[in-house]
């Protein structure tokens, strides 16, 4: 299997514009979930998708983030406008019910934004 | 108590040498703690993890061992290799809800040096 994919790599943007990030997750896993990780707050979890469906955003800073998952393979995070202090990694994962899996996150490389 | 504290937030450690890193929590409905190896450039992948109804668990160079009364869990890295140098995460889940939703810790960055 490819893994989680995730892009862009990197995205380097101004303040005000809109950044879409994008995520192809494991082929049959349940679960979708999207973190953020910067160098304060370490790994945040933004939001959650079991068979598509979110289940918990309580993670998402403000209403300028939103994601959506159209499709099992699919997902995409919005942030709109962005601003400097969105700067940061957001990594996507997806994961198996449990049990009978281990419940392991399978982590994809990330995608490094800079908000100028 | 939704908070796993983490510490130190960064080691050096000389090759050959044990690699300890330590994880507290609070919230005792937490019953599976995974440690996450995250290498630059790469996102976190599952290394070791243990339930809290055993005090030890290794799997090769690395040993996770857990006081449940303390309720404090810590990573050690045998004969530390280079190879080593990355950020590790403790972690902290209920399970019982059908899959996983990690607390992580604030994270580790272990250099190894030769």
């Known amino acids: 299997d490819a893994g989680v994919i995730q892009s862009p790599r990197h995205e380097v943007t101004e303040m005000g514009q809109e950044v879409t990030l994008r995520c192809k997750p494991i082929?049959?896993?349940?679960?979708l979930f999207w973190y953020r990780q910067t160098m304060m707050r370490g790994l945040e979890l933004l939001i959650y998708?079991?068979?598509?469906?979110?289940?918990?955003d309580s993670g998402m800073p403000e209403d300028r983030f939103s994601a959506k998952m159209p499709n099992a393979s699919f997902s995409t995070l919005k942030i709109q406008p962005s601003e400097p202090r969105d700067s940061a990694v957001y990594f996507c994962?997806?994961?198996?019910?449990?049990?009978?899996?281990?419940?392991?996150?399978?982590f994809g490389e990330g995608s490094r934004l800079t908000v100028l | 108590q939704q908070q796993v504290k983490q510490s130190p937030q960064s080691l050096i450690v000389q090759k050959g040498g044990i690699s300890i890193i330590n994880c507290a929590y609070e919230?005792?409905?937490?019953?599976?703690f995974p440690w996450y190896q995250q290498f630059p450039g790469k996102g976190p992948a599952l290394l070791i993890a243990?339930?809290?109804?055993?005090s030890e668990k290794k799997e090769g160079r690395f040993t996770i061992s857990f006081n449940k009364s303390a309720k404090q869990f810590s990573l050690h890295i045998m004969d530390s290799q280079p190879g080593d140098s990355a950020t590790y995460f403790c972690?902290?889940?209920?399970?019982?809800?059908?899959?996983?939703?990690?607390?992580f810790g604030t994270g580790t960055r272990l250099l190894v040096s030769p």
């Open positions: 994962a997806s994961s198996l019910q449990i049990p009978p899996n281990t419940g392991e996150l399978f």
């Open positions: 082929s049959g896993h349940d679960y």
């Open positions: 998708f079991n068979n598509n469906v979110p289940i918990d």
């Open positions: 919230n005792t409905a937490f019953d599976y």
């Open positions: 243990i339930r809290p109804d055993v």
């Open positions: 972690a902290a889940s209920i399970r019982n809800t059908g899959f996983q939703k990690l607390v």
